[in-house]
C-alpha cells in the first residue's frame, strides 16, 4: 500500500503570492500521480495528471512536478478562487489500487 | 457536455441497504472504467471501488469489500453501488467519478455527490 502524505496541512497565503503544496509517498510512485482541487462545497476537479500534465481547462498558473517519491504542486500567482483544498492521488501495483492523500487547505492570510 | 449525475442517497438505518446510481452523458460510457469516492463530513477523499469499461474488473477499499458492490448497465449508461451492511462510518457524500486513463486511474470527470447519512 502506498500512503500519501500532503504538507503543509494548511497554507495561510494572500491573492497574488506563490503557494507550493507537497505529497510524499511511502513508496516510489511510477508516474501516476494526480492532483485535485476541491472548493467548498463542490466535488474535486482534476487539476494534474501524470505528475505534470495540466488537465483540459486548467490555467497555466498550476503547475505539477516531481518524479519518485516527492511531487509539488505550484500555483504561481494565486487567484480569490484558488483557495481551496488540494488532494494528490496514486494509482499502486498493490492493493488499493488507489490512494488519496490528506490533503492541504489554502487559506486566505 | 460531459456530465454525472448521482441519485439514491438519503438517511437510512444501521445494517440496513442501499443503491446509489450515477447516470452518465456527454461520453462513450461503454468505453470507459469508473470509480466510487466518498468523503465523510469534515473529512477527505476516500476511492472506494473501480470498475472497468466492461464490468469484467472490480476493485474495492478493504472498508467496504464484502459489503459494498459495483455495478454498470451500459445499454443505460449508468453506473451503480449497492451498499449493504451500512454503518454509520458510512455516512459521507459518495462521488462517482470518470476513470481519466487506462493505466494510471486518475479521475477526469466528477458528478457532484449524492449524502447518505446512516443513523438509528
Known amino acids: 500500500e502506498i500512503l500519501l502524505t500532503q504538507y503543509p496541512s494548511t497554507l495561510s497565503l494572500s491573492p497574488g503570492e506563490r503557494a507550493t503544496l507537497s505529497c510524499r509517498a511511502s513508496?516510489?510512485?511510477?508516474?501516476?500521480l494526480a492532483w485535485y482541487q476541491q472548493r467548498r462545497g463542490q466535488p474535486p476537479r482534476l487539476l494534474i495528471d501524470g505528475a505534470s500534465n495540466r488537465a483540459s481547462g486548467i490555467p497555466a498558473r498550476f503547475s505539477g512536478s516531481g518524479s519518485g517519491t516527492d511531487f509539488t504542486l505550484t500555483i504561481s500567482s494565486l487567484e480569490p478562487e484558488d483557495f481551496a483544498v488540494y488532494y494528490c492521488?496514486?494509482?499502486?501495483?498493490?492493493?488499493?489500487?488507489?490512494?488519496f492523500g490528506g490533503g492541504t487547505r489554502v487559506e486566505i492570510k | 457536455q460531459v456530465q454525472l449525475v448521482e441519485s439514491g442517497g438519503g438517511v437510512v438505518q444501521p445494517g440496513r441497504s442501499l443503491r446509489l446510481s450515477c447516470a452518465a452523458s456527454?461520453?462513450?460510457?461503454?468505453?470507459?472504467?469508473m470509480h466510487w469516492v466518498r468523503q465523510a463530513p469534515g473529512k477527505g477523499l476516500e476511492w472506494l471501488t473501480f470498475?472497468?469499461?466492461?464490468?469484467?474488473?472490480?476493485h474495492y477499499a478493504d472498508s467496504v469489500k464484502g459489503r459494498f458492490t459495483v455495478s454498470r448497465d451500459n445499454s443505460k449508461k449508468m453506473l451503480y453501488l449497492q451498499m449493504n451492511s451500512l454503518r454509520p462510518e458510512d455516512t459521507a457524500i459518495y462521488y462517482c467519478a470518470k476513470d481519466g486513463d487506462p493505466y494510471y486511474w486518475y479521475m477526469d470527470v466528477w458528478g457532484k455527490g449524492t449524502a447518505l447519512t446512516v443513523s438509528s
Open positions: 470498475i472497468s469499461y466492461d464490468g469484467s474488473d472490480r
Open positions: 456527454g461520453f462513450t460510457f461503454r468505453s470507459f472504467s
Open positions: 492521488q496514486v494509482r499502486s501495483d498493490s492493493p488499493p489500487p488507489i490512494t
Open positions: 513508496q516510489t510512485v511510477r508516474g501516476s
